[in-house]
């Protein structure tokens, strides 16, 4: 042996290899092995001693280096064709981390008659590697040289199965599973029920489940989280009845599955069925399940609980800080929520995002905006999930030039930009008015869902773009996306903003017949509004009469705004009061009802419903308008003083009026219902909200730069005829989202035809 390894054509060993020779050497001198080269270890008299070691020199191998240097010795002594000596090879190759699945084809390949075991460890280094197709391909090889599978070979198999595609060759391989009688085996079947659930094939994996029996907890944990994978939680719940039915203990993993489900559900009693098993020592808590017991009693809003496990806890992590700040945010708690987030000690993507999603929550827009700079300078790389909270913000405060900056952002961060985030930039530049930024948007997107389609058409629909809409829809029937509940209530909406009474007829109808929807309130809502504010009051309001479903607020509202613009009393005077019968504090419809008495001079009428408002304590709501201007948002308030260019916006607005006059501008104050008298009247339209926005945006932006207005309200008749003549007089483009829809005024005249 020592002459083999110090002959004049030395094997090249590395240093790492060094100690294994000199191990090696010592040991052939144990076994005395002759020094001749030609010598076979196949003739010694201790020939199996010697195998022995060599494989305990195989199995103990820490590299490839070290293991091809063993397997050059075995080649020279002639052991190279030994069934041991390759098979210990192989698995090292197949199973080690440090191993090559290639070298182990090789010697594979060299083999004139593999045993079942042999191909069966190739197929398992395929699978640690994730080479499905590698492994489909030995199988197939292995059956085609009359090698029949064993019960080792479909899980080894099966292991590298993780993806969609992987579907229907895992259920093709389950009809051999069974051809070759291995169906009822557990070990194949744990296999099945793996790679099916992993690929979303829940049902299926439940059907092999169902075929087996006596089955340990952890394969019940792999079903049940399968069906939390798809939101299939009532799935989720009925596994686990089945499961306690048959006496099977859950543990950790399978209580977190469950809370996690009920958290979703929002299920409160199936919560406290697991809370039963911590509580009652059944399973030994730990730090995720105790965070998933916060999680789930702050999703179903019993936050005293929640509180009292989190003071109880011995440790906190990220992950247990961030749950009580979720439960106080989603539960409207804010301050309590930003309580103890400033507490925490760190604070990652998810605990900012949830704070954020608080104030998003209570429609406290600019705080989450203030919050994410915090976040920049606190330097946490957000998430996608961050960034659509971001968004959502930016389109509810039209801020459109933040919004196109948090694109950038994205960009430049590389943070995730699927179709969550590419849903949400469409939604806040259609929210902004920018309808051209918002298709190409969508045109880049190479991932569209139906919300992606139902973007589209809500967001064209409510910018006036109806036609638009509609083919928008066609393509969405085209591309073999079905549409759900919300798509139509976007599709009607585009009728409803177009005045297309017939074609809102036929989708109404072909909701049900073409795709079984059965219409909710917010349609018939939209219909009412279709029919009313065409001048077919009657039709519409027949069609509440005969709605199968109770009618609320939205749709009597619906029919209440048609009767403003026909300046119908007597059926406003019945839709007013249905709603103040299901809503007896909304302030909106004492106001439309006040608008409609003072547009047709029922002074008396007016006093009356404002006399009523007065003992009941209810205020109007004063109009509000954001506008955007370099990067910060600012706010109007009817009247308003506190901005500090007061004076500058006022003087401006003063001048504007003043050079509209001869534009033909006279103030309409039909609407206004104080009855007081016409030079008060037009003090009071003067200073309504969006006209100081509109001042303070000519005097701080130049030329040609668009105007973009949020305002809480709907925009009264006389802000809409003063912005068309602005927008003709200073050659400016305006866009005003209201409460019910977007103005875009261009060359004196506005997208909705004054159908709004």
Known sequence: MLSLLHSKTPLPFSTAGLAISR??????????????????????????????????LLEACKSMDQLKQIHSQTIKLGLSSDSSVQ?????????????????????????PEPTVFIWNTLIRGYSRLE???????????????NIKPDRYTFPFLLKGFKRDKDLQCGKELFCHAIKYGFG??????????????????????????????????????????????????????????????KGVLPNSVTLVLMLSASSSLKDLDEGMKIYKYVKESIVEPNLILENALINMFA????????????????????????SIVSGYANTGQIDLARKYFDQMLERDSVSWTAMIDGYLKLNRFREALELFREMQISNVTPDEFTMVSILTACAHLGALELGEWVKTYIDRQSIKNDTLVGNALIDMYFKCGNIERARKAFEKMRCKDKFTWTAMIVGLAINGRGEEALNMFSDMI???????????????????????????????????????????????????????????????????ENMPIEPNSIVWGSLLGACRVQRNVELAEMAA?????????????????????????????????????????????????????????????????????????????????QELTHARYSPDTSEVFLDIGEEDKETAVYRHSEKLAIAYALISSGPGIVIRIVKNLRMCVDCHHFAKLVSEAYSRVLVVRDKTRFHHFKHGSCSCNDFW
């Open 131 to 145: 080479c499905p197709s590698n492994g489909v391909y030995m199988y197939l090889q292995m059956l085609r040289r």
């Open 577 to 657: 009061n249905k709603i103040l019968e299901l809503e007896p504090e909304n302030g909106a419809v004492y106001v439309l009802l006040c608008n409609i008495y003072a547009a047709c001079k029922r002074w008396e009428k007016v006093r009356e419903v404002r006399n009523i408002m007065m003992n009941r304590g209810i205020k109007k709501i004063p109009g509000c308008s954001l506008i955007e201007m370099n990067g910060a948002v600012h706010e109007f308030v009817a009247g308003d003083q506190s901005h500090p260019q007061s004076k500058e916006i006022y003087a401006k607005l003063e001048n504007m009026i």
């Open 478 to 544: 085209e591309a073999s996306v079905i549409p759900d509940e919300i798509t139509y209530i976007g599709v009607l909406c585009a009728c409803t903003h177009t005045g297309m009474v017939e074609k809102g007829r036929e989708f109404f109808v072909s909701m049900t017949t073409q795709y079984g929807i059965k219409p909710n309130v917010t349609h018939y809502g939209c219909m009412v509004d279709l029919l009313g504010r065409s001048g077919n009051l009657r039709e519409a309001h027949e069609s509440i």
């Open 87 to 111: 098979n210990r090879v192989i698995v090292s190759c197949c199973t080690k981390d440090s191993g090559d699945v290639n070298y182990a084809r090789h010697l594979f390949d060299t083999i």
């Open 23 to 56: 191990s090696f050497s010592q040991k052939a001198l144990f076994f005395n092995v002759p020094t001749s080269p030609i010598y076979s270890a196949s003739s010694h008299p201790n020939r199996h001693c010697y195998e022995q070691f060599l494989l305990s």
């Open 299 to 322: 999703a179903c809003g019993v936050m005293n609980v929640a509180q009292g496990i989190f003071d109880n806890m011995k440790t906190r992590d990220v992950i247990t800080w961030t």
């Open 184 to 245: 009822s085996n557990l070990f194949v079947q744990k296999g099945f029920i793996h790679v099916f659930c992993s690929c979303g094939l829940v049902d299926m994996a439940h059907r092999v489940f169902n075929m087996g029996d006596q089955w340990e907890v952890a394969t019940w944990n792999v079903l049940i989280s399968g069906y939390n994978r798809l939101k299939q939680f009532e799935k989720s719940n009925k596994l686990f009845n089945e499961m306690e039915k």
